[in-house]
């Protein structure tokens, strides 16, 4: 059976090896933060390691869903890196990253060993349930040995032909939840403004041509942020819309809107909201619009 280690037991991370164990996997796993790895295995009775070196020495492939390209650099390379272990060959990259990290990846590992980028989509309830969509840099038929591993935690898989090409559409799908989010949190503020109950408010955009799943799923952060857990944060988003913004750039595109979007997220985050869910956008514009 093929052993898989995990790399980054975030809020996604974590639910995605714990969907891997049960779909009998064996899985070893390891995160930056020691105590979390070690808990994650009491709970799962699975092995973790201290270092990422021993998680590719250990396992045959390895999973990622790492924060950002910095995160993911420190892990990959250096004496103690995925990249300087012996065993594993496959490394399959699941966080949001730009797509010249990808290939730089792609092209700093050794002759032996392959690495393809597939990011998800899906939120937390996704990733707990295992109906994430896995964006695949690859074709399908290279990506046919990693199949099973990713259908452990994935309920549909786009092949995307190369690699680079699921980081690109990551951060594509990703501007339009983080661009939904804006206009969302500004036409719920004007509701409000003319005396419409939030609720009510929701209801209607809910029934409407305008509602993406992402605004169901993330109901009750909207209507009630503070009583509910943090999901993906303003500081996230924000990185997210930069890798986004930088890439369009380099491509000659223009991106008016987004860049709207992202000077948003940096005077939230500068106002103090980067930890907070990205719900909280509505707050900001609210208080931005007195």
């Not at 990185?239 to 913004?245: E, G, L, P, S, Y």
């Not at 979007?261 to 939230?268: C, F, I, S, V, W």
Request: contains cysteine.
């Amino acid at each position: 059976m093929t052993r898989i280690g995990f790399a980054g037991l975030g809020r996604m991370g974590r639910l995605m090896a714990a969907n891997l164990i049960a779909a009998g996997f064996d899985v070893v796993v390891w995160n930056r933060t020691q105590q979390v790895a070690q808990d994650f295995a009491l709970q799962y009775s699975v092995e973790y390691v201290s270092d990422p070196i021993d998680l590719a020495n250990a396992c045959d492939c390895i999973v990622t869903m790492l924060a950002d390209d910095v995160s993911s650099q420190q892990v990959h390379y250096g004496d103690t890196g995925l990249f300087a272990g012996a065993r594993a060959k496959t490394f399959v990259e699941m966080g949001t990253m730009s797509r010249d990290h990808i290939l730089a990846l792609a092209q700093g590992c050794r002759a032996d060993m392959q690495v393809i980028d597939a990011p998800v989509s899906g939120a937390t309830q996704a990733a707990a349930a295992g109906t994430l969509m896995v964006m695949l840099g690859a074709s399908q038929q290279n990506g046919q040995a990693i199949a099973p591993i990713l259908d452990a935690m994935a309920s549909k898989v786009l092949y995307l032909g190369k690699i680079g090409n699921g980081a690109v559409m990551k951060l594509a799908v990703n501007s339009l939840i983080h661009g939904i989010n804006q206009t969302f949190s500004e036409a719920m503020n004007m509701a409000g403004a003319a005396g419409i109950a939030p609720d009510l408010a929701y209801d209607v955009v809910q029934a409407s041509a305008a509602c993406a799943p992402m605004l169901t799923y993330r109901r009750p952060l909207y209507l009630n942020e503070a009583e509910n857990d943090v999901t993906f944060t303003v500081s996230l988003a924000r990185k997210d819309m930069q890798v986004m913004t930088d890439l369009a750039r380099n491509l000659g595109v223009a991106t008016p809107q987004a860049d709207i979007t992202l000077d948003q997220l940096k005077l939230a985050e500068t106002a103090g909201y980067g930890a907070r869910d990205m719900a909280a956008m509505l707050a900001f514009a609210k208080e931005n619009s007195k």
